[in-house]
């Protein structure tokens, strides 16, 4: 069964530190991988999107790294800001027979980020 | 552009009335996407349009629930009769070219309260 799981389920930090959310997956066969952000109350932001091919991208402060071997993907954010508090979902898209794309979501962190 | 746009915003029903929630995607833009999020379920995508075209529709819970595009400027996604549990937020979502690398505009979403 295709799975996106996500850890940790809520986080904590301080102003100004660094993060790390994980997403591992057991999608297959694998396509692409996106990271969005959802403040509260409203609809997801793309952050990054990444192939087979790609093992890292950035995006300003957030940076995203792929493993396709272990099927691991991380979300580093970088002096975080207030304006981070959100929710951080990652989805896995596979190919199905027909051409199209199937994704399968993670249930998303919930990082907090405190004054 | 105004982005995806999406009405009404909040709609409060009873159990067993219609419902019918609209999408204006991005211009231009020839996917558009259902999703449905949910404090237990995150995330799900419903169906998916290509150029008008129904390309997947296996997210659709039941027959209770249909979609369509009738032009490229325009989609429905209505619930027939409505329960309690579809009781969620409904987004729709647009992006244009390659469906596996392209970004995802998301709407504000609509919240649908069922009583």
């Known amino acids: 069964k295709n799975q996106v799981e996500q850890s940790p389920q809520s986080l904590i930090i301080l102003e100004g530190k660094n993060c790390t959310l994980q997403?591992?997956?057991?999608?297959?066969?694998?396509?692409?991988l996106r990271w969005y952000k959802q403040d509260t109350g409203r609809g997801p932001v793309s952050l990054t999107i990444?192939?087979?091919?790609?093992n890292t991208k950035s995006n300003g402060r957030y940076t995203a790294t792929l493993d396709a071997d272990t099927k691991q993907s991380s979300l580093h954010i970088t002096a975080s800001q207030l304006s981070d508090s959100a929710s951080y979902i990652c989805?896995?898209?596979?190919?199905?027979?027909?051409?199209?794309?199937?994704?399968?979501f993670g249930t998303g962190t919930k990082l907090q980020v405190i004054p | 552009d105004a982005g995806v746009i999406q009405s009404p915003r909040h709609e409060v029903t009873e159990m067993g009335q219609e419902v019918t929630l609209r999408c204006k995607p991005i211009?231009?833009?020839?996917?558009l996407f259902w999703y449905r999020q949910t404090m237990m379920r995150g995330l799900e995508l419903l169906i998916y349009?290509?150029?008008?075209?129904?390309?997947?529709d296996s997210g659709m819970p039941e027959d209770r629930f249909s979609a369509k595009m009738p032009n490229a400027s325009f989609s429905t996604l209505k619930i027939q009769p409505s329960e309690p549990r579809d009781s969620a937020v409904y987004f729709c979502?647009?992006?244009?070219?390659?469906?596996?690398?392209?970004?995802?505009?998301f709407g504000p979403g609509t919240r649908l309260t069922v009583l």
């Open positions: 997403c591992n997956y057991t999608v297959s066969p694998f396509s692409n």
């Open positions: 990444m192939t087979f091919s790609e």
């Open positions: 211009s231009g833009h020839d996917y």
């Open positions: 989805v896995v898209g596979v190919l199905n027979s027909g051409g199209y794309q199937k994704v399968t």
């Open positions: 349009f290509n150029n008008n075209v129904p390309i997947d």
């Open positions: 979502a647009s992006s244009s070219g390659a469906e596996g690398s392209d970004t995802q505009y």
